[in-house]
């Protein structure tokens, strides 16, 4: 199933957020702050692989899934699909690679125009596209049933009001899948969604990955979820990647604190188990002002000196396909 | 010991198309130094037990009958002014979902702790107030000297801290706590699903935790109480609905959570369709159109909510036939 050529390459890719300051601050001074959201990360997906971005809120994985799709312009870095540079086309260039990326936002709550019908919002793509009139109504209903909603017929003419959370977030997945991309953001598909149908999104998502050979970057917070839906992981904090392999690796051999620590935060289902607790200390800092060296140092359960505070960590092959960005595990 | 007891508790919600039936015939305990988890769906009524028996319901809601033993006093028969002076901060509080929205952003954090305070208890001044709120900061793990910020000043969990500390400013005994962990990063989760269990021990503290993730139950709760639809599916103690668990609402919702220490990856299960409108619920047993045993009894009668072990209590056809 994994043929093992990219589809998309991230180099070095930051987005800096400028905050914008009062007049009165910008006379007494004139220097400028940067949310640091993205800052310098590396990573590919492969063709038919899902993977995984995770950490906190406020690590950037979101910026990062919407930098992808060029919704966000990047500060720096490049971001190469198959392998055209995509980072600075214009508009005009890059629409016909929108035909080929999509995403599906986190709150199908929110994410579905409630005036429109679920026909005109599943359609709505191939009109911006300019491919109407090539059996629109066809590929509707195979859209709608590659997520499921069957028979299409009952579903077309309704309003997103009348569906429930699980059947809106297949209608913006089937959205999604009408170009038949060949890439799509999930950002945190799940999270609004009550947990008995959670699983159906996910199987869905895999589905669609097995029947079509998708690429995903699943964007998520829940590490339990993550380990059943990835290939391989990263695991973000404050902007960067610490951690990154496949998902085997990564969960039962973390190699990086802050990689262990949210493993170790998630609450099993067992009674019976008793989990080993770090619960590291404090919360994650701001992105305004990242702590100097690496940035985890400040909660670090195994901060080993001077280094840690002084000197970055870069991220490095430790084994095979297995990055870890950690002074521990850099000789 | 037994500190609350609620019998055949219903309250429905009247609305211009008929009363929705939240909470449906509920039965269940609360003991001193224990955690009795609500778990189920949204939509299921959990968070509607909780506002019953502090009767803080919201509009359109009422007790429509059954029982809450209080020490035995039944709080179905208080009325308002004897539930806000005798049993509300002073027995019981809660914390509310989503702690970040429930503070008052224009004031001091002190000062609306000192307000609860006052509030229910008149007879302790200003100053004796604010003295407790630094030992409650104290208590919930956040630096005393911070009563006096701003709620804009804390993070999520600070926040969730203060709620937490707002709650046992009166030294309740049983404290509600709604989704604690809901909106929170899962680092700060953990955090404070830890100081509610360390609370609970050093107060003695009876806790009902309300939350849709059954993984919090099972690392928190002695007790587990699951309901679907408005009625209790299944209760008992954490570990037998766990490890044996009877009801085939239980075994699917268990089912949809995975464990992260799995050794392997695995296809994710889920319940299909969704909970019924609770305007008008299915004949039978609520949850027969979900489920895959259903039989024809299950369609016409409703099952009984009956003892099949001791403590263990189910309503499902299937698991009390025999």
């Known amino acids: 199933m994994h043929e093992n050529t990219s589809l998309i390459k991230v180099k070095n890719l930051k987005k800096w957020f400028a905050i914008r300051t009062g007049f009165f601050t910008s006379l007494i001074s004139a220097k400028q702050f940067f949310v640091r959201a993205v800052d310098d990360v590396s990573f590919d997906i492969k063709k038919g692989e899902i993977f995984g971005l995770a950490g906190e809120s406020g690590s950037g994985k979101t910026t990062t899934g919407r930098l992808l799709l060029r919704l966000v312009e990047p500060t720096e870095g490049k971001i190469i699909f198959e392998d055209r540079d995509i980072t600075s086309i214009g508009e005009k260039e890059f629409k016909p690679f929108r035909r080929r990326m999509q995403i599906v936002f986190q709150d199908p709550y929110e994410s579905l125009n409630a005036r429109m019908t679920i026909q005109s919002i599943i359609e709505e793509p191939l009109v911006i596209q300019g491919l109407v009139g090539e059996d629109m109504a066809g590929r509707v209903q195979k859209a709608l049933e590659d997520v499921q909603l069957t028979p299409p017929e009952e579903f077309l003419f309704r309003y997103p009001h009348e569906l429930s959370g699980g059947q809106r977030q297949r209608v913006a997945m089937a959205r999604a899948l009408i170009l038949s991309p060949e890439f799509i953001v999930a950002d945190e598909p799940v999270s609004m969604l009550d947990v008995s149908i959670r699983a159906e999104i996910l199987n869905l998502l895999v589905d669609l990955r097995n029947k079509y050979g998708t690429s995903f970057l699943y964007i998520t917070h829940d590490l339990a979820l993550a380990r059943h839906i990835c290939d391989r992981l990263a695991v973000m904090y404050l902007g960067k990647i610490v951690e990154m392999s496949n998902v085997d690796q990564v969960m039962l051999e973390p190699l990086h604190p802050y990689t262990n620590a949210l493993i170790s935060a998630v609450p099993v289902p067992d009674p019976t188990s008793k989990r080993v607790e770090v619960v590291i200390k404090g919360e994650i800092p701001s992105p305004i002002n990242p702590p100097s060296g690496c940035r985890f140092h400040t909660r670090c359960p195994l901060y080993i000196g001077e280094i840690c505070r002084t000197k970055e960590p870069p991220l490095v092959e430790v084994k095979k396909g297995h990055y870890v960005a950690c002074h521990l595990h850099v000789k | ?322």
């Open chain 2, 1 to 322: 010991m037994v500190l609350l007891d609620v019998k055949n508790l219903k309250t429905y919600y009247y609305t211009l198309r008929g009363y929705v039936k939240a909470v449906d015939d509920v039965t269940f305990a609360v003991e001193s130094g224990k955690a009795t988890g609500l778990a189920g769906e949204s939509g299921c009524g959990k968070t509607t037990v909780a506002s019953s028996i502090l009767r803080v319901l919201s509009t359109g809601g009422r007790i429509v009958g059954g029982q809450i033993l209080y020490k035995n006093i039944d709080l179905v028969k208080l009325d308002e002014e004897e539930m806000r002076e005798k049993i509300r901060w002073k027995e019981m509080s809660i914390v509310f979902q989503g702690a970040m929205n429930a503070l008052n952003p224009v004031y001091r954090v002190s000062d609306q702790i000192v307000e609860a305070i006052t509030l229910h208890e008149p007879d302790v001044s200003k100053k004796e107030a604010l003295e407790r709120a630094k030992k409650l900061f104290e208590l919930v793990g956040i630096e005393p000297s911070r009563v006096d910020n701003y709620p804009h000043e804390f993070s999520g969990g600070m926040r969730q801290r203060a709620m937490i500390a707002m709650a046992l400013s009166s030294n309740p005994s049983v404290l509600f706590a709604d989704e604690p962990a809901t909106a929170l990063d899962v680092i700060v989760a953990a955090q404070v699903l830890k100081l509610l269990k360390t609370l609970k021990e050093k107060l003695n503290l009876g806790m009902v935790l309300i939350t849709h993730d059954l993984s919090i139950i099972a690392e928190l709760c002695e007790y587990c109480v699951i309901m679907y639809a408005g009625k209790i599916a299944e209760y008992g103690d954490t570990v037998t609905i766990f490890k044996s668990p009877l009801h085939p609402y239980t075994i699917g919702l268990i089912g949809t959570f995975p464990s992260i220490n799995a050794k392997e990856r695995m296809r994710m299960v889920s319940i299909p369709g969704s909970p019924p409108d609770l305007l008008n619920p299915p004949q039978g047993c609520r949850f027969h159109p979900r489920c895959k045993y259903a039989l024809e009894i299950c369609r016409k009668e409703e099952p009984k909510y009956l003892e099949v072990d001791k403590g263990h209590f189910v309503a499902c056809h299937l698991a009390t036939k025999t």
